[in-house]
């Protein structure tokens, strides 16, 4: 981990630290009915970071897996979520918005999976909108 911005983040309760050192690959929302879920909202937003410029500080996070290729983290007492790992995109950890200090310093490129999206959810119009979640976007 050699490139000197650092984003640390926490779930609600601080049990779930994390940091994340560099540039993020790409920011954005997703709005497949998984994200939805997970979320509690219309849309979930992330960065992608590569997995090796992530590291938890704090509680380790609970693991759940919402399909056979997708692991999603979760703080044990608040239920915050945490993180997206997808074996579509190897080498990528993808930290929910949310959790990140700096999160408003981050701006989204585009919407993922806008055939499922809520249908009174406006899109901008500046952002990429992609009809699934696409690979290798960087």
Same mark, same amino acid.
């Given at each position: 981990m050699t490139d000197s911005i650092l984003y640390n983040g926490k779930c609600l309760c601080g049990a779930v630290k994390l940091e994340a =050192? /560099?540039? %993020?690959? !790409?920011? /954005?929302? &997703?709005? &497949? %009915?998984? &994200?939805? @879920?997970?979320? /509690?909202? #219309?849309?979930?937003?992330? #960065? /992608?970071?590569?997995?090796?410029?992530v590291r938890h500080t704090g509680e380790a996070p609970k693991i759940f897996k919402s399909t056979a290729s997708v692991k999603r983290s979760f703080c044990a007492v608040c239920g915050s979520p945490i993180s997206f790992e997808g074996e579509a995109w190897p080498g990528e950890f993808h930290v929910h918005l949310s959790v990140l200090d700096k999160a408003a310093d981050l701006k989204p490129i585009g919407?993922?999976? =806008? @055939?499922?999206?809520? %249908? !009174?959810?406006?899109l901008e119009e500046e952002l990429i909108k992609f009809e699934t979640f696409p690979r290798g976007i960087t």
């Amino acid at each position: 981990m050699t490139d000197s911005i650092l984003y640390n983040g926490k779930c609600l309760c601080g049990a779930v630290k994390l940091e994340a =050192i /560099g540039e %993020p690959r !790409w920011v /954005g929302h &997703c709005h &497949c %009915p998984s &994200c939805q @879920k997970v979320s /509690g909202t #219309a849309f979930a937003s992330y #960065a /992608g970071f590569a997995k090796e410029h992530v590291r938890h500080t704090g509680e380790a996070p609970k693991i759940f897996k919402s399909t056979a290729s997708v692991k999603r983290s979760f703080c044990a007492v608040c239920g915050s979520p945490i993180s997206f790992e997808g074996e579509a995109w190897p080498g990528e950890f993808h930290v929910h918005l949310s959790v990140l200090d700096k999160a408003a310093d981050l701006k989204p490129i585009g919407h993922a999976h =806008i @055939k499922t999206r809520m %249908p !009174w959810v406006h899109l901008e119009e500046e952002l990429i909108k992609f009809e699934t979640f696409p690979r290798g976007i960087t």
